[in-house]
């Protein structure tokens, strides 16, 4: 893929330059090709199509949700939020905890691997539709269409001198840009913060340090990305525009100009013959490269600043309905099939892409059905290995029991392992709160004659007092004085010698 931009097209023969120095000559070569242009501001045209109307629809649907899921209420609390302090992650009904990072682990990797399958099997449907920056980037210009009308208008007021209504309508949409990007960073922070408690910060202006920087720093991002940057995000600030054509295939669903079928170019009458005059279907409008959010003709072939949106490909079938032509000649197509060859949907990438995305979905699907609501740790205590007491010995050890569900709870334990092995030192039932962790001191206890070795493995078993079905087991290590491996030893002697 290769960039054939507009300005880097721009070339200036020997007249435009006064006529020397340039090493131009009067065939008109060109005398200079600049590597290097100023910044040329791209206006979309706004058009209409199947393509669009599903870009729309991603596009409310995305917001949507991040705009209103940090104000839904989950089971008496907020639907999702990252609760660092608490170190608590709730997704609707789901609750994290730190340990739960294998699940994160796992949706990193899924969403990696997501990537790479559906660039493969349909290109950038991910920068075209559902991309953060695309979808504010909508949003935005659809706020300046609203102040400042259509592509036309946009170029001229621009264009015009500063009068009272080009300042009516730049500071309108200005101060609409500024409020929505106030309220995306907003909303940003309140996925961390409670947002009904973050909403009481910012009208009191008794907001955190750290909340007010990511709250303005999120806003000024947003404001800066998808009002002045936009397409050069993309092209020059995004890594997947560079490393996509690592993951295309001749069989890759792309937006593609029929170039058999369009050239050659010409503009001509509704109703004229003409193949008749040898013009392909290409009437040579340009609205394909107006519509296009990057500014790209994609006339020119595949080139990596394409996120794919399908614009021109819903402004090219209405000019070919306009001109009574069949449509198609812009549409999303494979190489294989621009060129008249099969495509390959089914083959060896794809289907490596998408049985290791199944069985990593089918692994996190599992691990979550299977996560018990209870974990359990048990901590020996250094200070004493074990201890000679009446009738036995004894380990001391620390449980550090986490209940993982929103209710309280209550929890019983037991030990085994062991023969006459008991637990004494820890209440009978352990209390614990909604989404507690509790530390419970506790001894094991077993006579000597059970102690055997110096390294014994024994069994602590914590269950829920309402519910049998859920319990976790944990095993550990009860020590023993050396006596008893002695005695060990001199028995496996014993046994040496009969045999």
């Not at 910060?201 to 806003?219: A, I, K, R």
Request: with cysteine.
């Amino acid at each position: 893929m290769s960039r054939d931009c507009g300005p880097c097209r721009q070339r200036a023969g020997g007249a435009g330059h006064g006529g020397g120095g340039g090493g131009g000559d009067a065939s008109g070569k060109d005398d200079l090709v600049a590597m290097y242009q100023p910044h040329e501001k791209v206006y979309p045209r706004e058009t209409d199509g199947r393509f669009q109307r599903l870009r729309r629809l991603a596009m409310f649907v995305l917001l949507g949700f991040y705009y209103l899921a940090p104000w839904i209420q989950w089971g008496g609390r907020q639907s999702v939020l990252f609760d660092l302090p608490a170190r608590k992650f709730y997704v609707f009904g789901l609750v994290f905890w730190p340990q739960d990072f294998f699940f994160l682990a796992l949706l990193l990797m899924m969403a990696g691997l997501s990537l790479f399958f559906f660039t493969a099997l349909a290109g950038r449907l991910w920068c075209g539709y559902a991309c953060p920056q695309t979808v504010w980037t909508e949003a935005f210009l659809m706020v300046e269409r609203w102040f400042e009308g259509d592509r036309s208008r946009r170029m001229k007021l621009d264009a015009a001198p500063w009068r009272a209504d080009k300042l009516w309508r730049k500071a309108g949409k200005h101060s609409a840009w500024i409020v929505l990007a106030l309220w995306t960073g907003f909303t940003f922070v309140g996925f961390f913060t409670p947002v009904r408690q973050l909403a009481a910060e910012v009208l009191s202006f008794s907001t955190g340090p750290w909340e007010t920087f990511w709250l303005l720093f999120y806003s000024f991002a947003t404001w800066g990305n998808a009002g002045f940057l936009r397409e050069q995000v993309c092209i020059y600030m995004c890594p997947y525009a560079r490393f996509q054509s690592a993951m295309f295939d001749r069989d890759t669903l792309i937006v593609s100009y029929d170039a058999g079928r369009g050239d050659p170019r010409g503009a001509r009458g509704r109703g004229v013959d003409h193949r008749a005059k040898g013009l392909g279907d290409c009437i040579d409008c340009t609205l394909c490269v107006q519509v296009c959010p990057t500014g790209i003709d994609i006339r020119d072939g595949l080139q990596y600043e394409c996120i794919a949106c399908g614009a021109c490909a819903d402004v090219c079938d209405t000019v070919m309905d306009r001109m009574g032509y069949e449509q198609g000649l812009v549409r999303y197509a494979t190489q294989h099939e621009m060129d008249g060859a099969p495509t390959r949907v089914i083959r060896p990438r794809m289907l490596v892409y998408g049985g290791v995305l199944a069985s990593l979905f089918t692994l996190w699907i599992v691990g979550i059905a299977e996560r018990t609501p209870l974990r359990v740790d048990l901590l020996r205590d250094r200070n004493a290995l074990y201890q000679q007491v009446e009738g036995g010995i004894e380990n001391v050890y620390t449980l550090k029991l986490s209940n993982m569900r929103e209710v309280p709870r209550a929890f019983t334990l037991s030990a085994s392992g062991l023969d006459g092995l008991t637990l004494t030192g820890a209440p009978a039932r352990i209390e614990a709160g909604a989404g507690a962790v509790v530390s419970v001191p506790m001894r094991l206890h077993a006579p000597d004659a059970s102690v055997t070795r110096i390294r014994n493995d024994v069994l602590v078993t914590v269950c829920d007092a309402d519910d049998a079905s859920v319990c976790t087991s944990t095993e550990t290590r009860f020590l023993g004085p050396a006596a008893h491996r002695a005695h060990d030893d001199h028995d496996d002697d014993a046994d040496d010698h009969d045999d």
